[in-house]
């Protein structure tokens, strides 16, 4: 008689745990499905249809959570000015409090465990956000120290990250009429799952380009006798500055970077201050999301 009571118990734990069926399809699934005294599997049951009912619902809110604050974030940067009004220092700062606010919301929904060894990281993105203390902003706060707005600007940068390696390039163009660029060679070495270290190796200075067409009247004659100059130097000399300036950097700069997020668009990195830099990819991304090999030292 006991054992009879313990078995009906067992069926209607079992009952209680399965979605609503037919009752011919209830009983053929109990029939099979009794459990043995003292087994856990009842238990076991429960969770994955809490697992099944709960989970999808709760991944998807998630989802479109992380989506949401994305586009949130683009936006701030949109009503903020940009790139041109971060780096021209005109980004007030309540716009700075209510970007930085939007990549506090993003990089709590970090869908990469693993950022430092995915095959998302690689690949060519575009500076859209850099702090007071990075080093993308004090370069460009130099240039419009050194030539007014009016002369100067820095127009973009990106980077370019593969196999360990990275190349930041930052374009500049003079008098509206003269394009130049500076671009940054770096070693990256995985410390971490999140963190990074950056060895900076070489400096160029790429030749500029004259756009003939945008060149005031009052430098024509100036910038025809530079180039006639240029040209009349010994070879040796003229082909590397035709080339660019290099300036080797081994063992001069490095820093430590923490990637806070990263998926398929949006790469956000902050150095050991905590001052974050937010990157939008350029280039078509990987198809999965999955890490690679973890090769840090624990």
């Not at 509206?176 to 963190?195: H, T």
């Not at 198809?287 to 840090?296: Q, R, V």
Request: net charge neutral.
């Amino acid at each position: 008689m006991a054992a009879s009571a313990s078995s009906h118990g067992s069926v209607s734990a079992i009952a209680t745990c399965i979605p609503p069926c037919s009752s011919s399809k209830l009983s053929s699934f109990l029939t099979l499905s009794t459990p043995q005294r003292g087994s856990t599997r009842r238990w076991g049951c429960r969770a994955m249809v809490q697992q099944a009912v709960q989970g999808a619902p709760a991944a998807y809110a998630k989802e479109m959570e992380r989506l949401s604050a994305k586009e949130s974030l683009l936006l701030a940067f949109k009503d903020a000015g940009g790139f041109e009004a971060l780096v021209s220092g005109k980004t007030t700062e309540w716009q700075k409090i209510d970007v930085n606010e939007r990549i506090t919301g993003l990089e709590r929904l970090n869908p990469t465990p693993r950022p430092t060894t995915s095959p998302f990281l690689e690949g060519r993105w575009n500076f859209e956000w850099f702090g007071s203390a990075s080093p993308g902003l004090f370069a460009a706060r130099f240039l419009f120290e050194v030539f007014p707005s009016t002369l100067a600007n820095l127009s973009k940068m990106d980077a370019f990250i593969k196999d360990g390696n990275a190349k930041i390039t930052a374009n500049m163009r003079l008098l509206n009429s003269i394009e130049s660029s500076v671009i940054l060679s770096s070693k990256l070495s995985v410390e971490g799952p999140l963190r990074m270290k950056e060895e900076y190796v070489e400096g160029v200075l790429v030749t500029p380009t004259i756009i003939e067409e945008r060149v005031p009247e009052q430098l024509k004659g100036a910038l025809g006798q530079a180039a006639n100059a240029l040209q009349q130097l010994p070879a040796p000399i003229r082909d590397p500055v035709a080339s660019g300036l290099k300036v080797p950097l081994s063992g001069s700069y490095q820093r430590l970077f923490m990637i806070s997020y990263l998926d398929e668009e949006i790469l956000i990195i902050r150095n050991t201050a905590g001052i974050p830099e937010v990157l939008t990819r350029l280039d078509a991304a990987p198809s999965s999301l999955g890490d690679s090999s973890p090769e840090y030292v624990s």
